[in-house]
Nanobody, 115 residues
């Protein structure tokens, strides 16, 4: 079955960095675009970044442009989110997402940016 397993979250000070990973299984990873979403307390889930199946095109939310980078390693069935210059407003649960004709989400990983 399809599985998306996120890791790499944690507590970081403002201005710090984290790298999230999402290990995928149960489908042909290299054939599908992947996305990262986040959900802050009391808010809806929002798209953070998106990458095409072969990684030739990426898109970002305006709030993270220039600070976050999405990438993928199709040999490892893994998508990454490098987060730099983190701000308190980046605090959220971060989810990996894929559309395979139906929606699949990972379990999420908590990112907390606080001094």
């Amino acid at each position: 079955q399809v599985q998306l397993v996120e890791s790499g979250g944690g507590l970081v000070q403002p201005g710090g960095s984290l790298r999230l990973s999402c290990a995928a299984s149960g489908f042909t990873f290299s054939s599908y675009a992947m996305s990262w979403y986040r959900q802050a307390p009391g808010k809806g889930r929002e798209l953070v970044a998106h990458i095409t199946s072969i990684g030739d095109n990426t898109n970002y939310a305006n709030s993270v442009k220039g600070r976050f980078t999405i990438s993928r390693d199709n040999a490892k069935n893994t998508v990454y989110l490098q987060m730099n210059s983190l701000k308190p407003e980046d605090t959220a649960v971060y989810y990996c997402y894929v559309w395979l004709g139906t929606t699949y989400w990972g379990q999420g990983t908590q990112v907390t940016v606080s001094s």
